[in-house]
Structure formats: C-alpha cells, structure tokens
Antibody
C-alpha cells in the first residue's frame, strides 16, 4: 500500500520561496509518477504539474511555468515541490499525489498525501 | 484549457436517496473523466476512473457513466459517510482540470 507523507505547514512572506516534501513508502519513488495539486481554502483543485513516464520528464502547468520546480530524491524516496516568488494568492493546501505509470492520457490520481498548508502573508 | 463544469453546486438529500451529479466538459474528451470524493479537511479520494470504472475498495453504490462531453456520478443509496464534496477531473489533455465541485449534504 502506497503512503505519501508531506512536510508540515509553512508561513512565508510575499516574494519568498517554499519547498514542500512528500515522502513515499510502500513503493519506491521510481515505481511512481508524482504529481502536485493545490487547493485554495474553500475553493477547487488545481493541477500544478507532474512526471510524465512516457516522456521521462516533468510537465508543468502553464500557470506555474517559471515559478515551480518538482524534483525527486530516489535515495530517500522523497519528492519535492518548490514554488518561488510567492504571492498572497498562493495561499493554499498543496497535495502530492500519484498518477498513472504509462501515458498521461487517462491519468487518475489514486494515492494522496495529507496536504501541506502554505500561507503567504506579510 | 478544457473547462469542466458541474451541477448542481450543492444538494441536500436523505439517507437512502439516489443522488446524481453531472459534469460537463467544454469539448469532447471521450471517457477520460475521473471522479473524486473529498471529505472536509481530508485529501481527495479517487472513486471512479475513465468514466465508469470503480476504484478498488470503493462501495458499489458509487457508479459513473457518460462519454464525450457529459458525465454522471451516481450514488445509489446515500449514506451518512457520503457527506462530502465531489469533483470530476478530465485526463484527456494538459493541463488536467477539475470541476468546481458538488457539495452533498445530508437532510
């Protein structure tokens, strides 16, 4: 059974960066395709990006291009999401989740971390 | 980007009622729709994938149907533990997008 455990809540000032971690257990990171989804409190879900196994690269949503970097440390089975140049609108819960192993077409998100609240406030 | 809309935005039903939630895509996406349940304060949970396939461990009262632009999630006999917000998600093209959600309340 795959489990994803995320790092704790963060409070950041506008313009700063934040890095959220996602520790995998039950599988190795190389067996999974990690994606990141965020949720502004009281609002819906927004896909930020994730690993595309067929292309062997990470794909980012246009809304976050240039501000986000998703990385993985296979030695510790931990995935990371760094978001830079934070603004108040980035206040949200950030989730890591696992996607499909093959093509991105038809991807569903079957395992989820517990979420990390990032608050951006001056 | 493909826009996903849902109706209704919220509903209230009694235990045992049959509940239907509709999701519409802004263009035809085949059967590339997934459904999630999010209980307040928790992470989303996958219920249905590729329109009609029940995720392992999900009760059989949940079912999905549809293709093209119109999709439906049905709860065939609402239970107290189904109090949650339900989201559809398209996996046809990038960026993956979610519907705004339907909140199900128990009368």
């Amino acid at each position: 059974q795959v489990q994803l455990v995320q790092s704790g809540a963060e409070v950041k000032k506008p313009g700063a960066s934040v890095m959220v971690s996602c520790k995998v257990s039950g599988h190795t990171l190389t067996q999974l395709s990690i994606h990141w989804v965020r949720q502004v409190p009281g609002r819906g879900l927004e896909w930020m990006g994730g690993y595309a196994p067929e292309d062997k690269e990470t794909i980012y949503a246009q809304n976050f291009q240039g501000r986000v970097t998703m990385t993985e440390d296979t030695s510790t089975d931990t995935a990371y999401m760094e978001l830079r140049r934070l603004r108040s609108e980035d206040t949200a819960i950030y989730f890591c989740t696992t996607g499909s192993q093959g093509s991105l077409l038809g991807t569903n998100f079957d395992y989820w971390g517990q979420g990390t609240l990032v608050t951006v406030s001056s | 980007d493909i826009q996903m809309t849902q109706s209704p935005s919220s509903l209230s039903a009694s235990v045992g009622d049959r509940v239907t939630i509709t999701c519409r895509a802004s263009l035809s996406i085949g059967t590339y729709v997934n459904w999630y349940q999010q209980i307040s304060g928790k992470a989303p949970k996958l219920l249905i994938y590729v329109a009609s396939n029940l995720e392992s461990g999900v009760p059989s009262r949940f079912s999905g149907s549809g293709s093209g632009t119109d999709f439906t999630l049905t709860i065939g006999g609402l239970q107290l533990e189904d109090l949650a917000t339900y989201y559809c998600q398209q996996s046809y093209s990038l960026p993956f997008t979610f519907g705004p959600g339907t909140t199900v309340d128990i009368k």
